[in-house]
């Protein structure tokens, strides 16, 4: 499904709203929820939104478990964390209980930090199917999404969970969730805005079927629901 809107100001609260839902139904149906998160600047926004006075009552945060879709193989305090941004605009000002938050272990080697958090999903989910609630994603304008960059072997990916990945094209380790982890989600969300995303959103959405050069196109949820957030810039091409 495809929401348009007609500008960041307008996409924003209503993808929080959208998660505001979410957080409810599944608390309701199996009381928590499993929430995966997407770094970088869009992302930030909206979590600074979902701690805002408007929206920080509307769910029951102790119910919530925060996870990654991706992490850079920095330290957790380096300005390119994912946990870091998460953390400062998220975690922090709702007092989230470290135990609900499942950082990547960048401590460790690449290989070893993409196994221990596979671990640890899959101990949450009491080593049954790992099936998040929902996971929030972005687009990059080179049409990658989490870490599955073009031309990269993690695309390729159908047994592990997590995988580790060294992407040339950024020059450092990634850790990310696999594609079919992410497909096996009740709920995907993709936060798109902005005329720069405009073409890696065609490619997506109406192109042919080209995965090495458009990683994106391998976001087809098994069972659940995928929803595309845009604002009208960013959805210009397709239109």
Same mark, same amino acid.
């Given at each position: 499904?495809?929401?348009?809107? /007609? @500008?960041?100001?307008?996409?924003?609260? =209503?993808?929080?709203?959208?998660?505001?839902?979410? =957080?409810?139904? !599944?608390?309701?149906?199996?009381?928590?929820?499993?929430?995966? *998160?997407?770094?970088? &600047? !869009?992302?930030?926004?909206?979590?600074? *939104?979902?701690?805002?006075?408007?929206?920080?009552? #509307?769910?029951?945060? %102790?119910?919530?478990?925060?996870?990654?879709?991706?992490?850079?193989?920095?330290?957790?305090?380096? #300005?390119? #964390? @994912?946990?870091?941004?998460?953390?400062?605009?998220?975690?922090?000002?709702?007092?989230? @209980?470290?135990?609900?938050?499942?950082?990547?272990?960048?401590? *460790? &080697?690449?290989?070893?930090?993409?196994?221990?958090?596979?671990?640890?999903?899959?101990?949450?989910?009491?080593?049954?199917?790992?099936?998040?609630?929902?996971?929030?994603?972005?687009?990059?304008?080179? &049409?990658?999404?989490? !870490?599955?960059?073009?031309?990269? #072997?993690?695309?390729?990916?159908?047994?592990?969970?997590? /995988?580790?990945?060294?992407?040339?094209?950024?020059?450092?380790?990634?850790?990310?969730?696999?594609?079919?982890?992410?497909? =096996?989600?009740?709920?995907?969300?993709?936060?798109?805005?902005?005329?720069?995303?405009?073409? =890696?959103?065609?490619?997506?959405?109406?192109?042919?079927?080209?995965?090495?050069?458009?990683?994106? %196109?391998?976001?087809?949820?098994? %069972?659940? %629901?995928?929803?595309?957030?845009?604002?009208?810039?960013?959805?210009?091409?397709?239109?």
């Amino acid at each position: 499904m495809i929401h348009i809107f /007609k @500008n960041p100001e307008a996409v924003l609260p =209503a993808i929080a709203d959208f998660i505001v839902a979410a =957080a409810k139904a !599944s608390v309701k149906e199996s009381g928590l929820f499993n929430f995966v *998160l997407s770094g970088g &600047s !869009s992302p930030k926004k909206l979590y600074e *939104l979902l701690t805002s006075p408007a929206y920080r009552k #509307s769910i029951d945060w %102790q119910h919530v478990f925060f996870f990654f879709g991706d992490e850079r193989y920095v330290p957790l305090d380096d #300005s390119n #964390s @994912n946990y870091r941004m998460a953390n400062e605009a998220l975690f922090t000002p709702l007092d989230i @209980n470290a135990d609900h938050i499942f950082e990547v272990k960048t401590n *460790l &080697s690449p290989e070893e930090a993409a196994a221990d958090y596979e671990q640890r999903i899959r101990t949450h989910f009491k080593d049954g199917d790992c099936r998040f609630d929902l996971i929030l994603l972005g687009l990059g304008d080179n &049409s990658h999404t989490a !870490s599955l960059f073009p031309h990269t #072997s993690v695309l390729h990916e159908t047994k592990a969970l997590v /995988k580790e990945i060294f992407v040339d094209e950024v020059n450092m380790y990634r850790i990310t969730l696999t594609a079919p982890l992410i497909n =096996a989600a009740k709920s995907i969300a993709f936060l798109v805005y902005g005329e720069g995303k405009a073409k =890696a959103v065609r490619h997506i959405l109406k192109d042919p079927l080209l995965i090495e050069e458009y990683p994106a %196109q391998l976001i087809k949820p098994d %069972q659940g %629901q995928l929803h595309w957030f845009l604002d009208e810039a960013a959805a210009s091409e397709i239109a």
